[in-house]
């Protein structure tokens, strides 16, 4: 089941991005930010759930522009399957469910950026019909 992250999955969450970012010591997932999220329209922290286990998650914002009019564009981003369940579809899920609701908002495109080592993940994101050969993504961490 694809669900709105609540505060209470504030611990499986954890465990989730450590799988993503390994001995990351700037890590600090907050119940309150989680129920923040989960108030705002144009933000969804998204997680997939089986038996009461969280197996993956990602975050969908809704972003304005005005370059194509009314049309919005999503993002996505810490995007995780638990390392235990990869290859069930739950990663191929959790896009379909971002990309049905950007469509339901005529959303203009979506992106997502991923860690340039990842290769096992950008054959994913490609097999899924993302195309990272149009864009080139930048970072600067504040």
Same mark, same amino acid.
């Given at each position: 089941? +694809?669900?709105?992250?609540?505060?209470?999955?504030?611990?499986?969450?954890?465990?989730?991005?450590?799988?993503? !970012? @390994?001995?990351?010591?700037?890590? %600090?997932?907050?119940?309150?930010?989680?129920?923040?999220?989960?108030?705002?329209?144009?933000?969804?922290?998204?997680?997939?759930?089986?038996?009461?286990? /969280?197996?993956?998650?990602?975050?969908? %914002? +809704?972003? /304005?522009?005005?370059?194509?009019?009314?049309? @919005?564009?999503?993002?996505? *981003? %810490?995007?995780? !399957?638990?390392?235990?369940?990869? #290859? %069930?579809?739950?990663?191929? #899920?959790?896009?379909?469910?971002? *990309?049905?609701?950007?469509? #339901?908002?005529?959303?203009?495109?979506?992106? /997502?950026?991923?860690?340039?080592?990842?290769?096992?993940?950008?054959?994913?994101?490609?097999?899924?019909?993302?195309?990272?050969? !149009?864009?080139?993504?930048?970072?600067?961490?504040?």
């Amino acid at each position: 089941m +694809i669900r709105e992250a609540e505060s209470q999955d504030r611990e499986q969450l954890s465990n989730l991005y450590t799988m993503l !970012v @390994p001995n990351s010591k700037k890590m %600090n997932v907050l119940e309150e930010q989680i129920e923040k999220i989960r108030m705002d329209p144009a933000n969804f922290l998204l997680v997939y759930e089986e038996e009461g286990a /969280l197996l993956g998650t990602l975050t969908l %914002n +809704i972003c /304005l522009q005005a370059m194509h009019g009314t049309r @919005p564009y999503g993002l996505i *981003e %810490n995007i995780v !399957v638990h390392e235990d369940h990869r #290859s %069930n579809n739950i990663g191929q #899920s959790l896009l379909k469910y971002a *990309e049905e609701y950007c469509r #339901s908002l005529h959303c203009h495109k979506i992106m /997502l950026l991923s860690h340039s080592k990842r290769v096992r993940a950008h054959q994913f994101f490609e097999r899924e019909g993302y195309d990272g050969s !149009v864009s080139k993504g930048f970072k600067k961490y504040l």
